[in-house]
């Protein structure tokens, strides 16, 4: 059993509320637009998977890959940034999930929290939604879980991006 913490476009802040809320996680799973001193703050607290977003510099794409493809307790798991959603994903992305039957796919770059079940590709999609200042949610948004055979105990944290 893992307990996850996952987020995305932090886009170089931080927000306390990681902390808290992941302090129980086992590791995190950044899905991109990290930031400047984000990762290092991070990996400080927790074990992290990261892959890098459009906005992160060169240094940031030194750092983290674009894609990562991992087992987490037994179950496969593809992140990427730029991922769409379920009947929304990029030609590309939708070739990737199709070709390698993931349990799990985590993307950021929305904004938009999205937690749905892919019913066609049988996967779980999960899009924490934006925890860091920039950008035009008002919410910022934070997903834990726990991993255990299946994902279960799906949790969210929102709050006010602008504290």
Not at 16 to 44: R, S
Not at 53 to 66: I, M, Y
Not at 88 to 106: A, S
């Amino acid at each position: 059993m893992k307990r996850i913490g996952v987020l995305s476009d932090t886009h170089g802040f931080v927000p306390p509320q990681v902390y808290d809320f992941f302090k129980d996680c086992d590791e995190l799973w950044h899905a991109g637009d990290i930031g400047w001193g984000v990762l290092e703050d991070l990996q400080k607290f927790k074990p992290v998977r990261a892959v890098y977003g459009n906005t992160d510099d060169h240094v940031l794409r030194f750092e983290a890959p674009k894609t990562q493809m991992f087992d987490c307790e037994g179950l496969r798991v593809i992140m990427t940034h730029i991922g769409g959603w379920p009947g929304h994903y990029p030609k590309e992305v939708k070739q990737l999930l199709v070709n390698e039957k993931p349990d799990i796919f985590v993307c950021g770059h929305s904004h938009i929290l999205r937690v749905m079940y892919d019913s066609e590709l049988e996967l779980l999609h999960i899009n924490p939604g934006a925890a860091g200042r920039v950008g035009f949610h008002k919410v910022a948004t934070l997903v834990r879980f726990v991993v255990d055979g299946e994902p279960k105990e799906m949790e969210v944290l929102d709050f006010d991006k602008s504290y």
